[in-house]
């Protein structure tokens, strides 16, 4: 394991009550009785760092003893998935695994644990940095260690304790619910918990009220377009199975499907069996004029049913057939959703003959649509545990709270982009209810703002990810935090972007300059006067190094600039000198707001002569929010 240098080093634990128990680290020995509760601590000395250490622990005949500990700085690493993504899965991973033989550098990785009141104890184990145990440290964590030691020396030791998908309210203690005012009505919300059912019931009869479509009859039939006469040759054409989402076609509602099924000569006469896999969510489903089968609400999961319906011989007298299938999709994505091989029809009659398969191109028309909202509302739930207020924070933090660290590094917002204004509260009361928890109010706390995400935006506008990034940068108001900017390393397909060696490295320079007092470069360009001017924008920065730059070259990309109007435009931008950039718009005569890489997924490259990238920014502070609910319930 590593221990804190520098601090006093403190050793707890258990025993039976009223036993001595001896404490022995190097050649220092300690002993101390233990509570009636039976718990014990010690405390040595403050050590520089270096190692290995033995320790030993004795009470009674009982004798525990730890080699090979190492002095050294601590860290402590959470937040969601962004933190919880290995070594194994970051870009360039085998080489960084190959050259891993870092023996100074330890991890320990909490096990997962939501829990209703603070935990005194967690399940982990410590691993040595070598080619073996390296892919499954934290990534972020790992490239921050490394960097360290290699400019410092000292060993390194990492406390991982992330959960994916997790919001910041379960990593909050139970007391900032009662310190801060403003977070006091998710107490309520919580409470409400106590009585899931009747609150369940109410949330999801309102969401589908509002979000759910509503079948309101069967038009194509009456149009004819199940008979075999009908002419579909200007319909459209897409591929079975499949969503019909996915093929360009973003509706709710009910469509038609057609195609023309050729019959053996042995068939003829004959029932047939139909497969049409699953469907989602209902259908009615015909044979050359006549309807043969449905599935509809009154079947559970329907859309998970695999639909088989016979069609009578008489219907099958030729040597073609016409299948129509009418599906209605309520909510969320609609289609057949089987596989191609569930899609057949067979004669049972004649067993040995092979299935006519059914996938492929049919040709469908939209018989109603219902637009949907963008992003689609999801249907309510009840919290999972690990997304419960305080649940995260007493099942894997509260009992590292005794254990002197060197600073705390955060990877955590995507689950909360869509309260964003709530975060602007509960980050900073994370933060300050954590130091407070360690007993040291200025604690350093490195975070990362939220990479770069989904298709980059048309038009500028407003965005619920630009908002989290916001209400992060806000955070560094509080004393010794540090914001590592990621907008230029993330994947549009993918919330996890591999890039984690620049995450990592971004932090260590925080930490470095900060905390080692090794007087590096650690921050991006920051805006620190902007004027606006009858037909321009001109915008001073500190922290630009030898000279602002954009970072491939080209002509600075993601500024956007409104008049009094607010209507958003693109704007053009260029670097005027070392420090200042002027900002213009065509048509924004006096423009009044600035905005800068303000979108999810913002095309922006304006970075310092450090390589170290611009943080998203406007101008027009708390203007206006997406915000929605202050809980996701």
């Known amino acids: 394991m590593v221990l804190q240098r520098d601090r006093p080093i403190r050793i707890f634990g258990h025993a039976p009550a009223r036993r001595t128990v001896a404490v022995q680290l190097g050649r220092i020995r300690l002993a101390t009785e233990t ?182 009859g069967n038009q194509g039939e009456t149009w004819g377009w199940a008979r075999t006469d009908f002419n579909d040759r200007k319909w459209g054409k897409l591929k079975v199975p499949g969503f019909w989402e996915g093929q360009g076609l973003a509706i709710d509602g009910a469509v038609w499907f057609r195609r023309r099924c050729n019959i053996p000569a042995a068939w003829r006469g004959q029932e047939l069996q139909l497969e049409l896999g699953p469907i989602d969510d209902f259908d009615e489903t015909y044979c050359s004029g006549v309807k043969i089968g449905s599935t509809g609400p009154d079947i559970p999961d329907a859309f998970k049913a695999p639909r088989i319906y016979k069609i009578p011989g008489d219907l099958v007298m030729s040597a073609r057939v016409i299948l129509a299938v009418r599906i209605f999709d309520r909510f969320g994505s609609g289609g057949f959703v089987g596989r191609p091989e569930m899609l057949k029809l067979s004669c049972p009659a004649c067993p040995d003959d092979p299935a006519v398969r059914l996938s492929g191109r049919w040709r469908y028309e939209v018989e109603r649509s219902v637009e949907r909202p963008s992003p689609v509302p999801q249907p309510p739930a009840l919290p999972e545990p690990q997304a419960r207020l305080s649940r995260l924070y007493n099942g894997m933090v509260h009992a590292f709270c005794r254990l002197p660290i060197r600073g705390f590094l955060w990877y955590q917002g995507e689950s909360n982009a869509f309260r964003a204004a709530h975060y602007r509260v509960s980050f900073p009361a994370m933060i300050e209810s954590w130091r407070r928890c360690w007993g040291i109010p200025e604690l350093p706390f490195y975070f990362v703002q939220l990479a770069n995400f989904k298709s980059p935006p048309t038009h500028p506008g407003e965005d619920c990810w630009a908002e989290l990034r916001e209400a992060q940068a806000l955070a560094l108001a509080i004393k010794n935090t540090g914001m590592a900017v990621s907008i230029d390393v993330g994947e549009a397909g993918d919330i996890h972007p591999r890039n984690k060696q620049a995450v990592g490295q971004r932090l260590a320079l925080l930490a470095l300059d900060r905390d080692y007092g090794k007087n590096v470069a650690a921050d991006g360009p920051i805006p620190s006067g902007i004027d606006f001017e009858v037909d321009r924008c001109v915008i001073k920065f500190d922290h630009y190094g030898k000279g602002l730059r954009s970072s491939d070259e080209k002509l600075l990309r993601g500024f956007a600039l409104a008049g009094r109007n607010r209507r958003w435009q693109w704007a053009a931008a260029r670097i005027i000198g070392a420090d200042l950039v002027e900002v213009r718009a065509p048509g924004v005569q006096k423009p009044t707001a600035l905005r800068y890489g303000w979108a999810t997924n913002p095309d922006c490259n304006l970075e310092n002569s450090h390589g170290l990238p611009a943080a998203p920014f406007r101008t027009d502070k708390h203007a206006q929010t997406t915000e929605g609910n202050l809980w996701p319930f």
């Open 35 to 216: 509570q009636t509760t039976g718990t014990w601590m010690v405390e040595f000395p403050a050590l520089g760092a270096g190692g290995p250490h033995t320790l030993r622990i004795t009470c009674g005949r009982e004798e525990m003893e730890f080699r090979d500990i190492l002095i050294g700085d601590l860290w402590f690493c959470s937040g969601q998935s962004n933190m919880e993504f290995p070594v194994a899965n970051s870009l360039n991973a085998k080489a960084a695994i190959r050259r891993a033989n870092l023996p100074l550098i330890r991890h320990f990785k909490v096990e997962r644990m939501a829990a209703d009141q603070p935990a005194d104890d967690v399940q982990g184990d410590w691993a040595v940095c070598d080619p073996a145990t390296v892919g499954r440290f934290t990534a972020v964590g790992f490239y921050f260690a490394r960097q360290i030691h290699r400019k410092t020396g000292v060993p390194v030791g990492l406390i991982h304790s992330s959960w994916g998908g997790t919001p910041i309210e379960s990593w909050l203690p139970p007391e900032a619910y009662r310190t801060f005012p403003c977070l006091k009505p998710l107490l309520k919300t919580e409470a409400k918990l106590k009585r899931p059912g009747l609150m369940l019931q109410a949330a999801l009869r309102k969401w589908e009220r509002e979000q759910v479509s509503v079948d309101t």
